[in-house]
């Protein structure tokens, strides 16, 4: 005799011996192994879907930040780029803060030309730059693309033409253009936003844009951009606009949370369609047990006691399906990710394999507690039906 | 330790869609502290439904039932279990015994329920199963039992709380008479030595001349 088991709570220690002995019954086994299947399928299918979008959405983030600035001052027309300068760099946290203008124009080079973002920047390449990052801006960066089809390399000259003429007594327009050597050339990778993004001096593309869309890139770890952003738009004076990566990338990111809530509630379908069995499978079992359940009520079990003891039976078949599925949805993102299982094109995507990345308190706490309360609410129902049952109506043969 | 029922016009009618059958037709009875009473009457009499209203199983359409000076319209569903489990004991001619439990655990149940530890109940059943000579099938579940075996430890666990009512519908209808002399002779010895108040229910006149008392149950009335 185990003491410890007969020291349980009447209600578990009912659940707990109804689990073993539904084993033995061939229709109430069937229908609780079709249970704790379902839900450990749309369990294990819920963490593998979540599992991929963030790592898909990790991958994004990764190559957002690689390409653009983590956080951005957008300059009104005459407003001190250096006392903003000087409000940016003294919070903590901040690493550099740098001046760039960015505009439209042409390069020109041996009879071609195309048109381009101009991003003038103060002396070396910002961080977000792709393969380039920190390299003296002496001339012109250029992306490969570019290079090839233009057929430059470093050293070369290429002209930068500016869509704002100059105005000459002689009524003529005069296309204001500044002549620079190739600093360097950086791979653009699949990036189409960079494909036509040279970077030049930033006295030049003063010269050539004047001072249109002047701005403030700022570096700083990326888990202080929010606190950040929300000081310096205390402290910074009208007509400055504080913009962060996820503001840049608003739509994109809205998008990302978009089809991982959809993917969700799809998915979480098979763990409704599950708890539905779950329910089923404990009105069988409330069916095949009616005359022991008038007994306990004989002995003084309350119809409350009874209702527990079917949630918690329930609480037990969709906890094996829980385990199960949770077991293998895990093991399957680890070894889908770290093998690489899934292929991408890579001409195609940013990565050439499906990335899997599950966050314990974002993604799989989510999955487990919608799973337990769901199934739990479907246990209680099939509970309430054996508590509203009488040991006379029970007992009637 | 024993208690007084009393009942006072008793009516239950059930109802299956048109059909309505009147089982009580306002039945009053008092059964005095320690007395063994039985009610005889042909099958589908009443004798069930009435023993269900007198042992807070079912509620009467009309009618009062005090046992121990307890008004059982007073209790609403959880005081009435915790009423059953303190006061009264059942034995019954089907569902006897819980089949995924062993003789000793059917007999620990009431005890349980009741809220004693694990071991004050242990040593209870297995006291009671030495009492009516099953200690050697006690760890045996029901359907390695007999069905004498099976009423015995039916009869153990109505007895597990010392219960102040014993209630017992048919207990030996489903036993063959040898046994069932022997059963309902334990039932009498054991609610004699405590001292209990009890009613038997049973449509045989052998088994009701063993009590105290005879009341016949007909026509939804009860006959003295």
Sequence with gaps: MRLWFWNLPVPLLLALRYARSSRREASVRFLSAVTAGGIALGVGALILAVAALSGFQTTLLREVLSRSPRLQVELAPGLDREVVRRIVTSQASVRSAQILLAGSGWIAHDGRIQACELLGVESEVPAWFPGSAGQPVDGIVVPDILALRFGLERGDTVRVISPRPTLTPFTRQIPRTRSLPVASIFGAGRSEEFDARVAIPLEVAEALLWGTDLRVDVDLPIDRVPAVAQKLRAVLPAGAEVVTYRELNRALFFALRLEKVLMFVGVFLIVAVASQALVSSLALLIASKRGELGILGTMGLTPAELRRTFILLGGLLAGAGIAIGGTVGCVAAWVLDRYRLIALPEAVYIVDFVPFRLRLGPDLLPILLATVVLTLLAARTAGSGASRLSPAQAMRR | ?224
């Design chain 2, 1 to 224: 330790m024993s208690v007084t029922v009393r009942a006072r016009g008793l009516r239950k009618t059930y109802r299956d869609g048109q059909l309505q059958v009147e089982v009580l037709k306002g039945v009053d009875l008092e059964l005095l502290s320690g007395e063994l009473v039985a009610i005889v009457g042909p099958s589908g009499s009443g004798k069930t439904t009435l023993l269900h209203l007198l042992g807070a199983l079912d509620r009467p359409d009309q009618g009062t039932v005090e046992i121990g000076g307890v008004d059982l319209r007073t209790l609403g569903g959880a005081q009435l279990a915790r009423f059953r489990n303190r006061t009264l004991g059942f034995v019954f001619q089907f569902h006897q015994l819980l089949p995924d439990f062993t003789a000793l655990e059917n007999v620990m149940i009431p005890g349980r329920i009741a809220g004693h530890s694990a071991r004050e109940v242990l040593d209870r059943a297995r006291a009671l199963l030495a009492e009516v000579g099953l200690e050697q099938r006690a760890e045996h579940f029901p359907s390695q039992l007999s069905g004498g075996e099976q009423q015995r430890v039916a009869i153990c666990r109505a007895l597990a709380l010392e219960p102040p009512l014993l209630l017992a519908d048919e207990p030996t209808g489903n036993l063959d008479p040898a046994t069932g002399r022997r059963a309902l002779d334990l039932l009498i010895e054991l609610q004699e030595r405590r001292g209990m108040t009890g009613l038997l229910a049973t449509h045989n006149p052998e088994v009701a001349n063993r009590c105290a008392k005879v009341w016949r149950l007909e026509d939804g009335l009860l006959l003295p």
